[in-house]
């Protein structure tokens, strides 16, 4: 599975970006998928997943009522929605690829995308 994540960019604090991550393969439907965020100088930390049909997700506290989560099987593609965006939601955004399911750890993930730049400004 190769991913590649797009829609980055420059935000205002408060404001709205929707990230998507296109995944190529036949077994798309197969993986649980799942963002993920590194800030310079901080760790990869896991931001929300959404399992493989899509019932079920999972999310970081720090996001829970300002991000989404949703995939199009038919498309192969996964989707980040970020409302009320806030400077400390500045980061590289990487999406992923997970066989075994739901989960925050990113050594648990199979396939990663190449990551997208989200800046928030104060």
């Known amino acids: 599975v190769q991913l590649q994540a797009s829609g980055g960019g420059l935000v205002q604090a408060g404001g709205s970006l929707r990230l998507s991550c296109a995944a190529s393969?036949?077994?798309?439907?197969?993986?649980?998928m799942g963002w993920f965020r590194q800030a310079p100088g901080k760790e990869r930390e896991f931001v929300i997943a959404?399992?493989?049909?899509?019932?079920?997700?999972y999310y970081a506290d720090s996001v829970k009522g300002r991000f989404t989560i949703s995939r199009d099987n038919a498309k192969n593609t996964v989707y980040l929605q970020m409302n009320s965006l806030k400077p400390e939601d500045t980061a590289v955004y990487y999406c992923?690829?997970?066989?075994?399911?739901?989960?925050?750890?990113?050594?648990?993930?199979?396939?990663w995308g190449q990551g997208t730049q989200v800046t928030v400004s104060s």
């Open positions: 992923a690829a997970d066989r075994s399911g739901l989960g925050s750890y990113p050594g648990g993930y199979d396939y």
């Open positions: 959404i399992s493989w049909s899509g019932d079920s997700t």
């Open positions: 393969g036949r077994t798309f439907s197969s993986y649980a």
